[in-house]
């Protein structure tokens, strides 16, 4: 079987820093790695060839010193290497990069292409749905195990609300989150490396060429800002006393504020009048959290673009979500409901999105960031080659009708302005970023309008089990107070009602908490209301993950630890005296 490995290298994400003067990152001097979750993603194709035979190939997109992480996947056990470097593919953004990409494997001929999850310089999920449309192959996001099973491969990936096991044919696409075994640390080795230019791709490579770059790139970065937070670093010796400044801290946060009362249109002499679709995702028949929310925004933006603010609900048994949805800023509900839709099914879920999105033209659609907006909004983007931006923590209107979208990188503390040229404007939105509207009388309800969906294909997808965690991941999307726990600290020990458990790395290697409630860089990022933080690591990778939360409480035993530093309200003592107290407290 021969597998190929899509690789990037990238800055090491603590090293970035932003220069005030002119408003960019230096790069000077800063350390360049390979992306952890792609060292992850060769390491199991490693462990597959092991297991069935055949040949890994390391391929990469970027400029010359690229090569250095291809030395490093040589010493993973990679066989051979392809690198893909041309100035024709600079600036690309995923659309282009996955266009190039996808040629480049079309040359190579593949039975399996393994990815990264994300990268975590720009925090971008979207390649693998992208390069897996532009194949034409069916992809799998988020796996955590592969088993090759004759021309078959079967994964388990986790979803938000647990695990689910998939099997589907070869060849195709497939992001790693976690593998079998995590990578070693390994030395750069020798071996070889072609280096393809675009004319190894095409044969017609044309000045400006619309298939590469810059130029086949349909979204632009327009400004980077420096958005990292100031954090108050108080200290508390009373229980009482911090709670009580968590609760004043809370109470001042500008928590992605919204209103009913939309704004009027942007333009002063109005040609044109746009509406802003969301896509609303259901969870055990209702709306979900991360949907309001966006709904809640969408007030905001259609007022703008003079239009009405839509809901697209899709699945099935979807009356109480359509109340949801219309309670909850919808002035028209576009419901498709389709009994192939009562699981989420990606060739299923594509094809009726992409069909509503080609008939319906909406001029705005928003999806939530969630595991499955993840994986389904980037997959439509690629098969209809639109531009997409993955995980807004904000949204606007410029006075042209363009969706502005605020895009973090590095862990959240620096966010790029973009903008996309092609209609729709698609993006990814984080859960939290927004406040949802309070819902409005049963009586006021939005216009219902039956969508049609039309056949929709079996696909080659099969989904053999689901079993749901417990809590789910999806609370950590949804509750205003999110607890993190360190490896040394039990969560059956505290009370924790009304909030969402969730961990560091080593507390989700410990088994302290499930791996799919990590919080991190290299796991979820979260914006409750409140984080508190107990014995967890205080590096970057940790903290960056709770970058949005309002405020930031912390619990060490060491009073010079770092992690109280970092924190606007800290305690220092026993875990197990001051954390039940303070929990009891907030709530």
């Given at each position: 079987?021969?597998i ?12 970035i ?9 230096k790069r ?9 979750f ?5 390491a199991?194709?490693?462990r597959l ?8 190939i390391a391929?990469t997109m ?7 992480v291809?030395?490093?996947c040589?010493g993973?056990?990679a ?8 100035r024709a593919?600079?600036l690309?953004d ?7 990409l996808a ?11 393994l990815?990264?999850?994300k990268?975590l310089d720009?925090?971008?999920w ?10 034409d192959r069916?992809?799998v996001t ?5 088993a090759?099973?004759g ?15 998939v099997?589907?044919p070869l060849?195709a696409?497939?992001?790693v ?6 990578p070693d ?6 071996g ?5 230019a675009a ?8 000045e400006?060429d ?12 327009l400004?980077?800002?420096d958005?990292?937070p100031?954090?108050?670093?108080e200290r508390?010796?009373s229980?009482d ?8 801290l809370?109470a001042?946060?500008p928590?992605?504020?919204?209103a ?13 009048f ?35 603010n839509?809901?697209?609900?899709l ?19 576009n419901?498709?409901?389709?009994e192939?839709?009562r699981d ?5 879920w594509v ?6 999105v080609?008939?319906e033209?909406p001029h705005?659609l ?5 595991l ?6 980037p997959?439509?983007?690629?098969e209809?080659?639109y531009?997409?931006?993955?995980d807004?923590v904000d949204?606007?209107?410029d ?9 973090p990188a590095?862990?959240g ?13 698609l993006?990814?939105v984080?859960?939290?970023m927004?406040e949802?509207?309070e ?6 309800e ?7 969906i039309?056949?929709?294909p079996e ?6 089990a689901?079993?749901?965690?417990d ?7 949804e509750?205003d107070?999110v607890?993190a ?29 499930p ?8 796991g ?10 107990i ?15 309002g ?15 970092a ?5 220092s ?6 954390a039940?107290?303070l929990?009891?407290?907030l709530?």
């Open positions: 079987m021969k190929v490995c899509l690789v990037k290298q990238i800055p090491r994400p603590d090293a820093e932003f220069d005030q003067e002119t408003k960019s990152l000077e001097g800063v350390p360049l790695i390979l992306n952890p792609d060292s992850r993603a060769v199991e194709a490693v060839r092991e297991a069935v035979g055949g040949e890994v391929m970027g400029p010359p010193q690229a090569e250095e291809l030395h490093e040589l993973l056990g066989d051979r290497c392809i690198h893909l470097s041309d593919f600079a690309a995923t659309i282009g990069t996955s266009r190039t040629l480049a494997i079309g040359k190579e001929g593949c039975d399996l292409v990815c990264g999850l990268t720009a925090e971008t979207q390649v693998p749905p992208e390069v897996a449309a532009f194949l069916p992809h988020n796996s955590v195990g592969l090759v099973e021309d078959r491969l079967r994964a388990q990936r986790e979803t938000d609300d647990g695990e689910e096991t099997e589907i060849p696409v497939i992001s989150a976690r593998g079998e075994r995590e640390k390994v030395e750069p080795a020798e070889r490396i072609d280096v393809w004319s190894d791709l095409v044969g017609d490579v044309r400006h619309k298939r590469f770059g810059q130029t086949g790139s349909p979204t632009r970065v400004a980077v800002h958005v990292t100031e954090r108050a670093g508390f010796d229980v006393d911090a709670a009580a400044r968590i609760r004043e809370a001042e946060w928590a992605g504020a919204t009913w009362e939309k704004p009027e249109h942007l333009a002063k002499e109005p040609g044109n746009y509406d802003c679709w969301t896509l609303v995702e259901v969870s055990e028949g209702r709306a979900t959290r991360p949907s309001l929310e966006l709904l809640a925004k969408g007030r905001e933006l259609s007022g703008k673009l003079g239009g009405s839509v809901a697209l609900v699945g099935h048994d979807l009356a109480a979500a359509v109340e949801d949805a219309s309670r909850h800023g919808a002035e028209i509900v419901v498709g409901e389709h192939a839709l989420y099914v990606p060739e299923r094809a009726a999105v992409r069909s509503i080609e008939r033209r705005v928003l999806f939530p960031a969630t499955q907006g993840r994986d389904l909004g997959r439509v983007a690629g209809l080659e531009g997409m931006t993955a807004c949204l606007g209107i006075r042209g009708g363009r969706l502005v979208q605020h895009k590095y862990g503390n620096i966010v790029s302005v973009i903008m996309g040229r092609t209609t729709p404007q993006a990814t984080r859960p939290r927004f949802p509207l819902p409005r009388d049963a009586e006021a939005a216009e219902v309008r039956q969508i049609e039309g056949a929709l696909g080659p997808t099969r989904v053999l689901r079993s749901d965690a809590p789910r991941p999806r609370g950590l999307d509750a107070l607890v726990v360190g490896a040394g600290v039990d969560p059956s020990a505290l009370e924790l009602a009304g909030a969402a458990i969730g961990g560091d790395r080593a507390a989700c290697a410990a088994g302290r908490v791996w799919g409630a990590e919080i991190g860089l290299q979820r990022s979260v914006a409750p209301r409140v984080y508190l933080a014995e967890t690591d205080a590096g970057f990778e940790h903290l960056t993950g709770a970058v949005k939360a405020v930031i409480a912390a619990i060490a035993a060491d009073p010079s630890s770092p992690l109280l530093a924190a606007d309200v800290g305690l003592g026993d875990w197990r005296e001051l039940p107290e929990l009891d407290a709530r």
